[in-house]
Structure formats: C-alpha cells, structure tokens
C-alpha cells in the first residue's frame, strides 16, 4: 500500500460544469500521475508532476489542467466537464532512487458527465 | 513515442494449468523498464512484475515469469498453475523517458 487516496471516488455531473479530483499521497514522492481510463484503450496519460508546482502535460491532456501546490496533492481540474470525459481516473505515484520506477495506483475515480 | 501492443483482447485457462499473455513494444530508447498489471474487478491496479531492460534474466515472482526478448521487443508473461483469483484484466506497460504507457489489456478468464 503507498499510501495513495483519491476523492471522491464516485461522482456524476452535469455537462459544463467545473470538476476537481483530488489525489493524496502519504509518502513524500516526487512524481504524481493522472491516468484515465477506457474500455479499448488501457489507461492513458493526462498529465503528471515531477515536484510542487513542476507538472507537464501526457497524451490527453486537452480539456484538463492540474496544480500541484503541495508535495502530497495532486489535483485535476476538468474546467468544463464534456460526455467525453465520463472514465475512470487513477492517479499514481512513481517511486525513484534505485528502484525500477515502479509505479503504484490509488483506488480510482468514476465520474460520469451527463 | 512508445507503444505498447497486446494483441489478445481475451484469454481463457482452466485452472491449475499455464497461460501466456503476449506483450510487444516499440521504441527508440535504450534504457526502460517493463512491467505487467493486473486488474481484478475491484478496479485496483496491482504491479503482478517488472523488468529492467538491461538485465537479461527474466525475472519471476512466484507463479508469474516473463519471457523478455530485447532485441523483438518483445515482453510476455507467464502465469503457471493458474487460480481463480488471476482472473482480472491484464496491463502491460513501458516505462521511458519518464513516463508509463500501458497496452491495451488482456481479460483472463479462468475455467474452474
């Protein structure tokens, strides 16, 4: 367990209205990611931080912005939530310093845009 | 950019025997790791094993191996004396240039 959780882990919204997910980590590390996932399309990147206010843009990053203010919050902001971007969202942290990098996931968010 | 290829959308295995996933990869890099995730319906991503690219032995976590080959690109995962609890979704991944980029899951089905 690294310690990772997401909220809320449920929600549904309407279309234009602004959604934050939260990710927490207990741990200290450095890099924090937000996948979504898909049915086909395994998960893809949105955007990950590689330190307090260091992020960068993944795969699928239109639509969506993060800020990271704190080493243990990672927050994804969806300004003006879309159908398209019903999914589930994972965030991940990475560990570093001699290890393989691994990469460990929270428990994920399902939101449905209506 | 990388890809990640899993060209079995769905697999099946009766319990207690063996079942290979296939995984294949492209990408200009020298220096990745790969690695292999199980989803079960609980939705959680669990890390199953990983492999540095430099490291010619294949690793193994008890019942789980890979058959890596570098030079195919090529990364599967091997599953002996199968349970009812692998059954899930199964994600292989590519780490590089700091970034992971998943396949598109293999679903595992185990016959009891």
């Known amino acids: 367990d690294a310690g990772i959780t997401q909220s809320p882990r449920h929600k549904v919204t309407e279309t234009g209205t602004p959604v934050t997910l939260r990710c927490h980590q207990t741990?200290?590390?450095?890099?924090m990611y937000w996948y979504r996932q898909d049915p086909g399309h395994g998960l893809r990147l949105i955007h990950y931080?590689?330190?307090?206010?260091?992020?960068d843009k993944g795969e699928v990053s239109d639509g969506y912005s993060v800020s990271r203010s704190k080493t243990e919050d990672f927050l994804l902001t969806l300004e003006s939530a879309t159908s398209s971007q019903t999914s589930v969202y994972f965030c991940?942290?990475?560990?570093?310093?001699?290890?393989?990098?691994?990469?460990?996931f929270g428990p994920g968010t399902r939101l449905t845009v209506l | 950019a990388q890809t990640v290829t899993q060209s079995q959308p769905e697999m099946s295995v009766q319990e207690a025997e063996t079942v290979t996933l296939s995984c294949t990869y492209d990408?200009?890099?020298?220096?990745?790791?790969l690695f292999w995730y199980k989803q079960p319906p609980s939705r959680q991503m669990i890390l199953v094993i990983r492999?540095?690219?430099?490291?010619?032995q294949n690793a193994t976590e008890n019942r789980f191996s890979v058959n890596f080959q570098k030079a195919a690109k090529s990364f599967s995962l091997k599953i002996s004396d199968s349970q009812l609890g692998d059954a899930a979704m199964y994600f292989c991944?590519?780490?590089?240039?700091?970034?992971?980029?998943f396949g598109t899951g293999t679903r595992l089905t185990i016959i009891p």
């Open positions: 741990e200290n590390h450095r890099y």
């Open positions: 990408t200009s890099e020298s220096d990745y790791y």
């Open positions: 931080s590689y330190g307090v206010k260091d992020t």
């Open positions: 991944a590519f780490f590089g240039n700091e970034k992971l980029t």
């Open positions: 492999q540095e690219a430099y490291k010619q």
């Open positions: 991940a942290i990475r560990e570093t310093g001699g290890s393989y990098n691994e990469q460990f």
